[in-house]
């Protein structure tokens, strides 16, 4: 998949994406989803979800969704999902060098990147709720792009830190857990595409989040 955005960019957007809202996390381009009636499934609901945003973009704010012309919106399908999973501040914190796959709490949600032309152009997600799954916000092709620049086998997912902004691929390989950095961070010397095992990764950021105090975004 086509990478073309910066680091900086793409740290940029995702900053914006964590503390702002964003398509793993509220609202993205203060745009949101929400069907009257639930999906029985994550799939049917994503459908839903892509009539609806199609009929949300104009001719105003088509670009800032990611898409080049209106009719790409038109064309814009959808690539496979990656589940959602969150690393809370409290448990990471806490984190006394366990599996890695002990920090992740489910979110319930589902990432689906959109492609047209070829390429990955913007994104929704679907959440599930006591009733079923509905489409609940969409956006950020940044986030779209990369991670499915880094995701390999059918299963990969999504592991996101909001207390310390950071994203990751996840793989379960092997009976372990290796994660993927999808920007150059410096704060902890992550390479974008480079994957650790999870263990690694959590004891470096631990270092970090001792330091948050409470207010710090779970």
Request: glycine share 8%; aromatic share 8%; charged share 20%.
């Amino acid at each position: 998949m086509r990478y073309a955005i910066s680091c900086l960019m793409l740290f940029v957007v995702l900053t914006a994406s964590s503390c702002q809202g964003g398509v793993l996390n509220g609202t993205q381009h203060g745009q949101e989803m929400s069907q009257a009636k639930p999906s029985a499934t994550a799939q049917e609901a994503a459908q839903a979800g892509l009539v609806t945003l199609r009929q949300l973009i104009t001719e105003q704010n088509y670009r800032g969704m990611g898409f080049s012309s209106l009719d790409e919106v038109k064309e814009a399908a959808l690539d496979r999902p990656m589940e959602i999973y969150i690393v809370r501040l409290d448990a990471l914190k806490k984190y006394r060098r366990q599996s890695g796959a002990d920090l992740l709490t489910d979110e319930h949600k589902m990432f689906y990147p959109l492609t047209a032309r070829q390429r990955v152009v913007s994104s929704l997600a679907v959440t599930q709720y006591g009733g079923g799954w509905g489409a609940t916000d969409f956006g950020s092709a940044a986030l779209a792009r990369a991670f499915s620049q880094y995701r390999g086998e059918e299963g990969d997912f999504i592991v996101r830190v909001p207390a310390l902004k950071t994203y990751f691929v996840g793989h379960r390989r092997d009976g372990g857990l290796l994660l993927t950095p999808i920007i150059d961070d410096a704060r902890f010397e992550f390479r974008a595409g480079k994957a650790m095992p999870a263990e690694q990764v959590f004891v470096v950021l631990q270092r970090a989040a001792v330091t948050l105090n409470t207010d710090a975004p779970n």
